[in-house]
Nanobody
Framework: QVQVVESGGGLVQAGGSLRLSCAAS????????MGWYRQAPGKQREVVAT???????NYADSVKGRFTISRDNAKNTLYLPMNSLKPEDTAVYYC???????????????WGQGTQVTVSS
């Protein structure tokens, strides 16, 4: 079994900062992709930022320059410091990890339960 758990959400005023963390644990052999997604009320889930095991980064245009994704491969942990937060950043933020449990095995995507980020104006 693999568990993915996010933490660090909360309520912050516009212009403030939060730092999200995501820890993957369990029967993990390797993780090749990790990412942050978010879903606002009434909207579809969207990608926020992703990082491959090789370090390739990808950001949504709406968060470039404000959010920074990073990962600690040794700890199977993903981070997302978020600065200059805006009310439109309000959403449930989800962590995803593509995990294989054995060498040469297939990777499956595991999701966390989500953490709420609320930015007040």
């Amino acid at each position: 079994q693999v568990q993915v758990v996010e933490s660090g959400g909360g309520l912050v005023q516009a212009g403030g900062s939060l730092r999200l963390s995501c820890a993957a644990s369990g029967s993990i052999f390797s993780i090749n992709f990790m990412g942050w997604y978010r879903q606002a009320p009434g909207k579809q889930r969207e990608v926020v930022a992703t990082v491959t095991s090789g370090g390739r980064l990808n950001y949504a245009d709406s968060v470039k320059g404000r959010f920074t994704i990073s990962r600690d491969n040794a700890k199977n942990t993903l981070y997302l410091p978020m600065n200059s937060l805006k009310p439109e950043d309000t959403a449930v933020y989800y962590c995803a990890a593509d995990v294989t449990i054995r060498d040469y095995g297939p990777h499956y995507r595991y999701w966390g339960q989500g953490t709420q980020v609320t930015v007040s104006s």
